[in-house]
């Protein structure tokens, strides 16, 4: 069974940090892209960031851009979003998502497999 398990969630004060992790099992992330989204209570679901199958292509939201960092360990099976200098608005549940193609899109559509989320709370 094909299952992505996000941790590493939680509350932190505004300018603090956190990483989340997305494991994957009953499969290997080395053949899949991987997209990080989040959706906020009344909001729609938003790309943050995504890693191609080789690691060598990233994207991230212009929101986030210099601030957050995609990763991926393969020996691990798992993809790493480390959050910087976090701000009240990065508050939401943050889901990670995995689809089997070369380049990563940034739109949730595009992705078969998807994870519970982990929630991320971000205080003034």
């Known amino acids: 069974q094909l299952q992505l398990v996000e941790s590493g969630g939680g509350l932190v004060q505004s300018g603090g940090s956190l990483r989340l992790s997305c494991a994957a099992s009953?499969?290997?992330?080395?053949?899949?892209?991987i997209g990080w989204f989040r959706q906020a209570p009344g909001k729609e679901r938003e790309g943050v960031s995504c890693?191609?199958?080789?690691?060598?292509?990233?994207n991230y939201a212009d929101s986030v851009k210099g601030r957050f960092t995609i990763s991926r360990d393969n020996a691990k099976n798992t993809v790493y979003l480390q959050m910087n200098s976090l701000k009240p608005e990065d508050t939401a549940v943050y889901y990670c998502?995995?689809?089997?193609?070369?380049?990563?899109?940034?739109?949730?559509?595009?992705?078969?497999?998807w994870g519970q989320g982990t929630q991320v709370t971000v205080s003034s």
């Open positions: 009953g499969f290997t992330l080395d053949y899949y892209a």
């Open positions: 890693i191609s199958m080789s690691g060598g292509s990233t």
């Open positions: 998502a995995a689809d089997p193609r070369l380049l990563c899109p940034m739109r949730g559509y595009e992705y078969d497999y």
